[in-house]
């Protein structure tokens, strides 16, 4: 038994703490908005511009105009603002996001991180990420814990394009939560009936407790 990707948002999400202003990247990230994070008062940030937003919008009720960083309908919690685009990047590049979540295709025991490129594919844009990696003050993952051929996505060391160098804080998979811890990972948590030895098969550098 494993996580749901729904399941990793909420157990990722009970690492926000309140007050924070949290940027959510493309893909898997965006299901941390619908989280219910009880009384805790988290600040969305999308770097299109949008500040302050909520879970997704309800059938039905959608603003075609208010889109996440996924494209997805969303809605505006009570003070949210929309900016322009270099100013929602002034408050990424200012320093101001405590944490963005973003997904991956790679993550390193030395903290590094591979987003933007497949190997052997053509073209990949960076986007976003490259700002939010090097300014934000933490970098939380989420990902597969293997490819779709088996190949595990928790390495030594990247084999991709890296996005940015030693920044990783956090990394969740649906085998558990972990975080880079040098030559290892560290683990934090695992997912119902998930254990030790699971975890290790499916990664390719050593695993501690």
């Keep these: 038994m494993s996580w749901t990707r729904p399941q990793m948002a909420e157990r990722l999400a009970r690492e926000l703490q309140d007050g924070w202003i949290v ?16 009384d805790r008062e988290v600040i969305f940030h999308a770097e299109n511009g949008v500040i302050g937003f909520g879970p997704v919008a309800a059938p039905g009720h959608e603003d075609v105009n208010l889109v996440d960083a996924s494209r997805r ?20 590049r200012g320093g101001r ?17 591979a987003n933007w490129k497949v190997k ?14 090097a300014c934000a003050k933490r970098v939380f993952l ?17 084999t991709l394009p890296i996005t940015a160098r030693g920044v990783v804080t956090l990394v969740v998979t649906e085998l558990g939560l ?18 030790l030895d699971d975890v290790r098969a499916a990664t390719a550098c050593p695993v501690t407790e």
């Design 142 to 158: 989420m990902l597969e814990h293997r490819m779709r051929d088996g190949t595990p996505r928790l390495l030594a060391r990247c």
């Design 120 to 133: 052997g594919a053509k073209g990949g844009v960076i986007g976003g990420a490259m700002d939010l990696a």
């Design 97 to 113: 996001i405590d944490v963005t979540i973003l997904g991956s295709y790679e993550a390193a025991a030395n903290g590094d991180f």
């Design 178 to 195: 972990f975080s880079p811890a040098g030559e290892a990972f560290k683990v934090h948590d695992l997912a119902p009936g998930v254990n």
């Design 73 to 92: 309908h969303i809605t505006l919690n009570p003070g949210a603002a929309i900016v322009h685009h270099a100013d929602s990047f002034a408050l990424i």
């Design 23 to 38: 940027n959510l990247g493309v893909g898997m990230p965006t299901l941390v908005c619908d989280v219910d994070l009880g």
